[in-house]
């Protein structure tokens, strides 16, 4: 069954249009062919009533770029002069005066009241010393300290005013404690000795280590307000040209939205950005009824610092949790060129099958955030690739419809045929087809070998590849380091055999109990006899210190990985046919071209088949180089970890 989400890539593969597609803000990369979203009528109205109220503040501000005036209270003000701070949000409801100017005439002209009024008294006073005491007081306001003091008091206290109490003031506590140490120090009065001697408890210099760091998010944090009957805040980020935004945004209806915070760009890091938020302006140019091809174009052309007003997303936002970063081998090649369900081709990461995957966010089920190994540093954004169960989902998808279609020219072919072998030909089919072997990724984990504990070395490929000719030499030139498994047989030992050493020799019942209990990494009959290797043979040459060297049929591959061995398996691929040809040629082997043909087939298919099982691959051009090149990957496992499943060390 597929999935809802599933449905809707198929529909839009098909040619219908899709309003939810993204595009990255500040990654280069070819044009969208995204369809705009017809215009809803409310939206409409919205827009207008908004662009209107716009215009006529800019018609009694008398600016012409952006109608937020950074001065229309102290926190957007020290905000403007702050570029350091990522947001601050001033109330901007259109129904906020500006603060006044200390040297404005306000607080002059209620100073001046103030003295008309000690007049009058003065007036209605008749005694001397009433008389003397008013001249005092008129002296006091006439001079120029007690006017500068006023001011500051006035506008002081019009700002406590609006202060919410429980706001922090400041996110330098420790500083100003540290400063007032600094005065208490030549103080010997027994307040400011105590008062010393409070503000150096190790208690209270952690709580306000706190305080700051509290306060300083919540400084940052956004702060959102009422502005034009919409919930608005007003972020500032920094756009470095070897930073991008990491951002995506798509169109829902006539409104541009945030559609992803991809990680390691300035947004994620920010932590000011969030999926769902709706972009009004970006540094006073509307963005409402853009297409998203617009907003890229436009951002593109900016630098430095980026004011964005925005509609805060409805969503109820998660609690913050730590990611735990998961690596995993991939099992398929991914093209994201090629793929039509991408939701921003930009951000797509292409990978190879066997490539190291660093998966850094899951938050999207259908579409993780990832590196590739080793691109950390030169990928600076994390790149889309399809999540595991969306991948499962359209490979079986994919299975579905080639067997229908199998299925649909089987039926043409079967109408020929009798009704028996009909009906025996479909049901055959339907009972091979199992789709629980669909493989997308699989997670690894760094593991270093023990020095008495050397993983067993599996060399596969065709006849004629020369992996059994590579085994021969090591085990020849350092017998004391490598070493095979004993195998089992059911055949009678001959006269110069000795059990446990040429063969281990059982009985067939025996065999075939152990067979079927999952003890033999591989087996097979010659001349009604059985042979096999075991675990249990594999895991005594281990455990002697030595490296167990196997030669194997692919078919035994998915055995030797389900058991704990920790077999590090490389492919020996035959070279190209003429060179084949004259390899075989010096141990006078004269092969027939559909021979030689037949071998390099071989070899396509079981990489093909097999290739995720394969942890290194030696193409045999030359065997002198071949072998030196199986001698350096097998010493590396001594010096350098390896990628090797999770359940493996579980």
């Known amino acids: 069954m597929i999935t809802s989400h599933m449905n809707g890539y198929v529909q839009e593969a098909s040619g219908r249009a899709v309003s939810h597609r993204e595009r990255a803000v500040d990654c280069p990369g070819e044009e969208s062919s995204l369809v705009k979203a017809p215009h809803c009528s409310a939206h409409m109205e919205r827009i207008q009533h908004y662009q209107e109220e716009l215009r006529k503040r800019r018609e009694e501000d008398g600016k012409g770029k952006h109608d937020i005036d950074p001065n229309a209270s102290l926190r957007l003000k020290k905000l403007s002069q702050n570029p350091k701070v990522g947001i601050d949000n001033p109330t901007f409801d259109g129904k906020e005066n500006a603060t006044k100017d200390s040297s404005s005439s306000g607080p002059v002209v209620e100073l001046e009241d103030l003295l008309q009024a000690v007049k009058w008294v003065q007036h209605c006073l008749n005694d001397p010393q009433s008389q003397q005491d008013v001249d005092l007081i008129m002296q006091l306001l006439a001079k120029e300290e007690f006017k500068n003091a006023y001011t500051i008091y006035t506008v002081l206290s019009q700002q406590m005013n609006r202060v919410s109490p429980t706001s922090p003031l400041t996110a330098q506590a420790q500083d100003l404690c540290q400063e007032v140490q600094r005065i208490l120090q030549s103080s010997q009065q027994k307040e400011g000795?105590?008062?010393?001697?409070?503000?150096t408890n190790p208690h209270l210099q952690a709580l306000m280590q706190a305080h700051d760091s509290v306060a300083g998010q919540e400084m940052a944090e956004e702060n959102v307000t009422q502005y034009l009957g919409e919930t608005v805040k007003l972020v500032r980020l920094e756009k470095?040209?070897?930073?991008?935004?990491?951002?995506?945004?798509?169109?829902?209806?006539?409104?541009?939205?945030?559609?992803?915070?991809?990680?390691?760009?300035?947004?994620?890091?920010s932590g000011l950005l969030s999926?769902?938020?709706?972009?009004?302006?970006?540094?006073?140019?509307?963005?409402?009824?853009?297409?998203?091809?617009?907003?890229?174009d436009l951002l593109q052309q900016m630098q430095g610092t980026l004011t964005f007003l925005l509609i805060p997303s409805s969503q109820i936002k998660p609690a913050p949790h730590r990611q735990t970063v998961i690596h995993v081998r991939a099992y398929f090649d991914y093209d994201p060129s090629d793929d039509p369900f991408v939701p921003c081709r930009e951000l797509g990461l292409s990978f190879q099958k066997g490539d190291i995957l660093h998966i850094i966010s899951q938050d999207d089920p259908n579409w993780w955030q990832a590196y590739r190994d080793g691109d950390e540093d030169s990928q600076p954004l994390a790149g889309l690739i399809p999540g595991k169960s969306f991948q499962q989902q359209r490979e079986t998808l994919k299975k579905t419809i080639t067997d229908k279609s199998q299925e649909q020219q089987g039926k043409v072919w079967y109408s020929k045929k009798s009704k028996k072998l009909k009906k025996r030909n479909i049901s055959t089919l339907s009972k091979s087809t199992d789709y629980d072997d669909i493989l997308t990724y699989e997670e690894m984990s760094l593991y270093h070998q023990p020095a008495n504990r050397k993983r067993p070395i599996a060399l596969i490929g065709p006849a004629n590849s020369g992996h059994d000719e590579l085994r021969r030499r090591l085990l020849s030139i350092e017998p004391d380091k490598f070493a095979v498994a004993v195998p089992h047989t059911t055949r009678n030992p001959r006269i110069h055999e000795r059990n446990g050493r040429e063969y281990h020799f059982m009985s067939r019942s025996a065999f075939e109990t152990d067979l079927a209990a999952g003890k033999f990494i591989e087996s097979g009959e010659y001349e009604k006899n059985l042979y096999g290797t075991s675990t249990d043979s594999v895991r005594h040459v281990i455990n002697s210190g030595r490296i167990c060297l196997l030669c194997l049929h692919t078919r035994s591959l998915r055995v030797l990985r389900s058991s704990n061995l920790k077999p590090y398996v490389i492919f020996i691929a035959p070279p190209s046919q003429e060179r084949l040809r004259a390899l075989l040629a010096t141990e006078r082997k004269t092969p027939k071209p559909e021979e030689l043909k037949e071998v390099i087939e071989k070899a396509r298919e079981m990489e093909h088949t097999f290739g995720h099982f394969f942890d290194a691959t030696i193409v045999n051009m030359d065997p002198e180089q071949a072998f030196h090149e199986l001698r350096r990957l097998?010493?590396?496992?001594?010096?350098?970890?390896?990628?090797?499943?999770?359940?493996?060390?579980?």
């Open 193 to 199: 000795l105590e008062l010393q001697a409070l503000l």
């Open 634 to 650: 097998i010493d590396k496992l001594d010096t350098e970890p390896q990628w090797v499943p999770t359940s493996w060390l579980c």
């Open 240 to 269: 470095a040209r070897d930073t991008p935004l990491g951002a995506t945004v798509r169109n829902d209806m006539d409104s541009v939205v945030v559609s992803r915070v991809v990680k390691g760009g300035a947004a994620e890091r």
């Open 275 to 296: 999926e769902g938020d709706e972009i009004l302006e970006i540094n006073g140019i509307p963005i409402r009824g853009k297409h998203i091809n617009e907003v890229h």
